[in-house]
Each structure stands twice: as structure tokens, then as C-alpha cells.
């Protein structure tokens, strides 16, 4: 109890230290400051965000600024997003997934198979026609889309064992997001979904609570996992984009300028994330398997993608989100018939 409440004590405080942050006053000028906080995150995001905000003060001649809060000292993604919303930070850069519960559209992107392939999922993340109504889909709560960046493809790893087929998920428990159809689809392939933070995911797998969980590469060494979790497969069910917002009205005391520049700097930030993506992917890979042994490998997706088609039909035959849905399709590797 005293541990929780020095802990919100500290959260306070610096909620008040950053709430009178926005602008600094120099000799010349007042220079914007822009407050991004954002949770634990890959380096290859981190590194990013960092180029953003370097972009930003270069394209203002310095006259807009980014200050960072990192690795969650203000809060989970859900936290994040709604200091966000209030403007006690101006930015924060969260999974798609935690959109959800803001924007229902947002849970598109977490229908398993939508995508065919990485070239698939790009080309539907760069297209505005698709994208733009999801960035403004969270306008009359405060808060905008400006860029995403890359997650990587979902995969199962476990504790005992690899997955190979659906029939090896049955009766086992597995960690997945906050996300109903992130829960559905565990459901679907005979599995046991148990929704939890990613701080928990360790000693869970560690205690024997759950069997396995779902993620890209970088949980491996990155958060430890493949310590306790040595079986990485590769079931690519789900490209889950992660997302940079914005506040509102910090985006309009902007310059029109500055607005631009911060629209330019987050597009070019998302190249350079993916620029350095993966080749981040493949040195995490080769040290989870020289630190912890990781075993990796492939598996047939024909059977997973059939077991989950009850949730395409879901999103192909509901109103709001049919068309965003035959949008990304039509965008596939494969001519649909």
C-alpha cells in the first residue's frame, strides 16, 4: 500500500512538473515544446521516435521541440492515451490494439490473416484513402492519427513445445492483449485466452499460469521471454500497427508551418523505423537463440487462417466496418474472386 501510493505521489508530481512545460522563452523566441510519452517499446522504436522529434526542432529551425517521457513512467498505453486527451502530454505513440476501446475501427487491424504479407500490410498503412478516416476517428474525443510505425507480424511462443497446428493450442493457455478479438481467435483455435498486461507476461509464463503467449521477436531478449518461453513459431496471424497521436488543439497552436513539419516528420520517422526494423528483428532472433536457446519455426497457415474465418465474416457483414475491410482486401497480394 505505501509502495502504491509513493508511486502515485511521484505520478502526480510529475503530471504537475510537465502540465507548465509547453513553452520555453528564450532571448529571441519562444520555442514549442511538444510532450511524447510513450511506454516500453523495441529499440528500433524508440530510435524513431527519437529521429521525430530530431526532424521536427531541424525542419522549425528549432522553434518546435519534442521532450520525452519514456519506458512508461507516466503510465500504460491506456493511461497515455488519455493524458494525451487531456493535454497534460501533447504525444504518445501506442499499439493499435489499445485504440480499440476509442475507436471501434481500430479493431480492424486485429482480425488474424487480414493481411497477406508485409508488402500487403504496407501498402494498406500508406494508402490515405484507408488510413485517414482512421486517424480522424478520434477527433471528437481530442486526439488525431499522424503516422504509423511498423510492429511486425504476431506469432505464438511457448514454453513447452512448438505450435505447428491448431489442435497444439488446444487446452492451453495463452496470454493475449486486451482486445475481444484478440480473445475470440484463441477461442477459435481450441485455445484458453487469458487477457493480461506485457509486465505480467513473464513470471506468468515463468510460474506456470499460462503456457505460452503471442508477440513479435522482440520480447524475446528484449523483455526477457525467451528465458522462459523457448519456442518461437511462425503462425503470423496478426499485423498489429502501432500508432503516434496527437492532441488536438496542441497540434492547432501550431503554425501552419509547423503543422506540416510535424506531418513530414512523422512520415519520414515511419520510413526510418522500418529502415531499421529488420535488421533489429534478425539480431534479436540470432541472440535469443545464442542466449536462450530459442528453436524456431514455420508453420502451415492454411489450417489456422480456415479455423478463424468466422471472424471475417463478422467484420465482412457489419455495417460499419465492411468497408474498411473489403478496402484492405481489394489491396491483397491475390486477386480476390
Known amino acids: 500500500m505505501k509502495k502504491n501510493i509513493l508511486a ?8 504537475v512538473l510537465i502540465s507548465g512545460c509547453s513553452t520555453r522563452t528564450g532571448a529571441e523566441q519562444d520555442t514549442q515544446v511538444l510532450r511524447f510519452g510513450y511506454a516500453s517499446n523495441s529499440q528500433p522504436v524508440i530510435d524513431a521516435m527519437k529521429e521525430f522529434g530530431r526532424l521536427v526542432e531541424e525542419k522549425t529551425d528549432g522553434e518546435v521541440v519534442v521532450d520525452y517521457f519514456p519506458d512508461g513512467q507516466l503510465g500504460g498505453e491506456r493511461e497515455l492515451i488519455e493524458l494525451t486527451q487531456t493535454g497534460a502530454i501533447d504525444m504518445t505513440k501506442v499499439s493499435g490494439a489499445a485504440l480499440e476501446s476509442f475507436s471501434d475501427i481500430y479493431s480492424v487491424f486485429g482480425i488474424p490473416f487480414l493481411f497477406d504479407s508485409e508488402e500487403h500490410y504496407y501498402r494498406v498503412l500508406e494508402d490515405d484513402d484507408i488510413m485517414d478516416p482512421v486517424y480522424q476517428s478520434t477527433q471528437d474525443m481530442g486526439i488525431v492519427g499522424l503516422t504509423y510505425y511498423d510492429s511486425g507480424a504476431r506469432n505464438f511462443y511457448m514454453s513447452e513445445g512448438p505450435i505447428e497446428t491448431p489442435e497444439d493450442l488446444e487446452g492451453k493457455i495463452i496470454r493475449v492483449m486486451q482486445s475481444e ?28 499460469i499460462i503456457d505460452g503467449s503471442e508477440n513479435n521477436e522482440f520480447v524475446l531478449v528484449t523483455a526477457g521471454h525467451g528465458a522462459v518461453a523457448p519456442y518461437y513459431s511462425y503462425s503470423e496471424h496478426t499485423r498489429v500497427p502501432d500508432i503516434i497521436v496527437i492532441n488536438e488543439e496542441s497540434l492547432a497552436g501550431l503554425t501552419e508551418e509547423q503543422i506540416e513539419a510535424v506531418h513530414e516528420s512523422a512520415e519520414e520517422s515511419t520510413e526510418f523505423q522500418k529502415g531499421v526494423w529488420s535488421e533489429a528483428v534478425e539480431n534479436e532472433k540470432q541472440t535469443a537463440a545464442e542466449e536462450y536457446g530459442v528453436v524456431y ?14 471472424i471475417h465474416e463478422q467484420f465482412k457483414e457489419n ?19
Open 297 to 310: 519455426n514455420d508453420v502451415d497457415k492454411k489450417p489456422f487462417q480456415d479455423a478463424v474465418q468466422p
Open 181 to 208: 478479438i484478440a480473445i475470440e481467435m484463441i477461442e477459435l483455435l481450441g485455445g484458453s485466452p487469458t487477457p493480461m498486461g506485457s509486465g505480467e507476461v513473464y513470471t506468468s509464463l515463468q510460474q506456470g
Open 8 to 15: 502515485l505521489v511521484a505520478g502526480l508530481a510529475m503530471l
Open 319 to 337: 455495417d460499419e466496418f465492411n468497408e474498411m475491410y473489403e478496402a484492405i482486401r481489394n489491396l491483397s497480394d491475390t486477386e480476390e474472386e
